[in-house]
């Protein structure tokens, strides 16, 4: 079976780094997407690794640890538009498997 | 470059009707479409995977005779809910897999259908 765990909810200052962690289990897996998705728009994409590592896109980073079923997504110089859910997924059998999203609130 | 459109962004049935949204790739062909449905603050859930040609292939505890599902073409999926009832109001919200993109998990995103059934 497939369980990924994401914290339910994030608060954070404008300005700030954050780091959403996700932890995956899975039988089979073939890479870590990251997604961003704001009230009634659909997910857009952020991140994938497949690889053991950091993957550095601008203000985004996201990381990957296969050995222990770990990942994390940072964001860096917080911005208000920031606020948004942030989904986690393992590419599993063809299909994403989403976490529960984690809600981040950014405040001034 | 690849865009997916949903039809329509909204919509409101009365319970026991039947509505279908739909799910076009503008820009590229899609051999595979993915259906989910997200209830207020939660993930999505994958419905059904949709191949062009072929039957689609449901979720467990997904029913398939509630919800249709037609791949009939390289651009377009829709998805048909039938007898529906206020337990169905939901947000879904199809993908798709570009059939050129070297990414087998790349999926992009249509913009989403509210359905609300009163």
């Known amino acids: 079976g497939q369980n990924i765990d994401q914290p339910t909810e994030m608060t954070a200052t404008e300005g700030a780094i954050v780091q959403i962690n996700c932890t995956y289990q899975?039988?089979?897996?073939?890479?870590l997407f990251w997604y961003q998705q704001h009230a009634g728009e659909a997910p857009t994409f952020l991140s994938y690794?497949?690889?053991?590592g950091l993957e550095e896109k601008g203000r985004f980073s996201s990381f990957l640890s296969r050995s222990k079923g770990y990942s994390y997504l940072l964001l860096k110089e917080l911005q208000m538009k920031d606020s948004a859910s942030y989904l986690c997924?393992?590419?599993?059998?063809?299909?994403?498997?989403f976490g529960q999203g984690t809600e981040l609130s950014v405040k001034p | 470059g690849a865009v997916v459109s949903q039809h329509p962004s909204r919509v409101i049935c009365k319970s026991g009707t039947s509505v279908k949204i739909e799910c076009r790739s503008l820009?590229?062909?899609?051999?595979?479409m993915f259906w989910y449905r997200q209830f207020p603050k939660q993930s999505l859930m994958l419905m059904a995977t949709?191949?062009?040609?072929?039957?689609?292939?449901?979720e467990q505890g997904v029913e398939k005779d509630k919800f249709l599902i037609n791949h009939a073409s390289l651009t377009l999926s829709t998805l048909t809910v039938t007898s529906a009832h206020p337990e169905d109001s939901s947000f879904y919200i199809c993908?798709?897999?570009?059939?050129?993109?070297?990414?087998?998990?790349?999926?992009?995103f249509g913009p989403g259908t509210r359905l609300t059934v009163t």
């Open positions: 993908s798709a897999r570009d059939k050129t993109s070297g990414g087998a998990y790349e999926q992009y």
């Open positions: 899975t039988s089979g897996f073939n890479g």
């Open positions: 690794n497949v690889l053991d």
């Open positions: 997924a393992a590419g599993w059998g063809g299909k994403l498997i």
């Open positions: 820009d590229f062909q899609a051999t595979t």
């Open positions: 949709s191949n062009e040609g072929s039957k689609a292939t449901y």
